[in-house]
């Protein structure tokens, strides 16, 4: 199917469908390990790369291509590449596109894991990663050496919903000679396309809202067929980070709700983020999409919506931010997110707890902060179930 001609609602119910021969009408589910040859000759064709049948599903899947088609076609890409989960898809962009001796610029604010990976695996292979402020474009053109092969940004981060600016990062990138790759895992292409604002590669944990249901772990590399698919299919095929066909089905279809979920999900995100604004317990909100938000207008020119993750602050520190935690009978406690079921995180005490709290200070993730994914329940549900433990009643 060709994709330019249609929307992002079009193409994530229609892109990368390959049919059998038997026709069916639903996206096939190809459990299999291997591909079977119908010929010797076939078989080496194969091999040797020009016949480019499947082989072996650690290589390729149908079920998986079609997930990597229909992903692509939504970042606005040339290729996608499916991987095991969201970290094996940031270890893959390390071990596709690095070597020993080479550096990244990061911005501060990283997913846990890929902090840990940073910090504590990179080094054993000669790979330095320098931290900046995401915000500040001349730390990251101070920072850039001329062995810098990658600039790493996520945006809105995690989780005080600071905002990138993808397209001066790029710029700033691209005259370092380094590539900008971007986790959009807190958007996804539904909000925002990074590639379109000057982006080289997108990563994703398809496990959050590609998924959108909590069911599966999956991940993402994304980007033009040269930069990213040599490298990350000769890592992927080799190293085994490949994503289970299973999964890719179940991904697959979860891409096809994408845009409506995320309406939704960005709509009640507002609501609850209004709502909180005005409540006297609450010091402060994070949220891309309210005026109050310090980077509304930047976040206003690369989303679609404010998106469907809201960090607030309460009055009384850790003590009123458990209260708030332990008073909910509806959201999850849970450190997932992305999920249709709401969920709610005390960042301190969990993702950010091994951080040493000068540090976390510095950071910003007060002892009274709390992160809650808006899921597809109604508004006025969720609000009654944060206002109980709010309220102490
Ligand atoms: C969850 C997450 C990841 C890692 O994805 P997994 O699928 O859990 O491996 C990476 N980046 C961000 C921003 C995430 O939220």
Known sequence: MTTKPYDIDTLGVRAG????????????????????????????????????????????????????????????????????????????????????????????????????????????????????PLDDAAAWAAAARPNTRLFFVESPSNPLMEIADIGAIADIAHAAGALLVVDNCFCSPAIQRPIELGADIVVHSATKYLDGQGRVMGGAVVGRRKVVFDPLTTFLRNAGATLSPFNAWVVLKGLETLKIRMDAQSAAALSLATWLEAHPRVKRVHYPGLASHPQHALAMRQQRTGGAIVSFEVDGGRDAAWRVVDNCQLVSITANLGDTKSTITHPASTTHGRLKPEVRAAAGIVEGLLRVSVGLESVADLQSDLARGLDGK
Not at 40 to 57: K, L, M, N, T
């Open 17 to 132: 469908v390959h049919r059998s021969p038997l026709g069916e009408h639903a996206e096939a589910l190809f459990l299999t390990s291997s591909f079977v040859f119908e010929s010797a000759a076939q078989a080496a064709a194969r091999f040797a790369g020009e016949d480019d049948g499947f082989v072996y599903s650690r290589y390729t899947n149908p079920t998986v291509q079609m997930f990597e088609e229909r992903l692509a076609a939504l970042e606005g890409a040339e290729c996608a590449v499916a991987t095991s989960s969201g970290m094996a898809a940031i270890l893959g962009c390390v071990m596709g596109l690095m070597k020993a001796g080479e550096h990244i610029v990061a911005s501060r604010s990283l997913f846990g894991a890929t902090l840990q990976l940073f910090n504590n695996l990179l080094g054993k292979f000669g790979i330095e990663v320098t931290y900046v």
